[in-house]
């Protein structure tokens, strides 16, 4: 091996180290952080503007009515094409 090459896998093994302290603290340590970690991505959220909820608001609303008139329509189709085959009126 050459000189380089060992002194990698050195610096590797050297930074193979437990952590301090004992795993109850290490727990709430990481339970901590992570709390920490949601805390800032959520103050990086951008609220919408009343406007803006209620543009997005009509537009569910629109998108559901529209997929209910749908579905209502290819029930009822599939209702009579069943009553038609099988009652035969």
Excluded at 35 to 57: C, F
Excluded at 62 to 67: R, S
Aim: glycine share 6%.
């Amino acid at each position: 091996m050459t000189e380089s090459s060992t002194a990698k896998t050195g610096s590797r093994a050297t930074q193979k180290r437990s952590a301090p302290g004992n795993p109850v603290s290490r727990l709430f340590a990481a339970i901590a952080l992570f709390v920490r970690q949601i805390i800032d991505e959520l103050r990086k959220v951008v609220r919408p503007t009343g406007s803006e909820l209620l543009n997005y608001t009509i537009v569910v609303i629109l998108f559901v009515l529209a997929i209910m008139a749908i579905v209502s329509g290819l029930d009822f189709l599939f209702h009579r094409l069943i009553l038609l085959v099988f009652a035969g009126t």
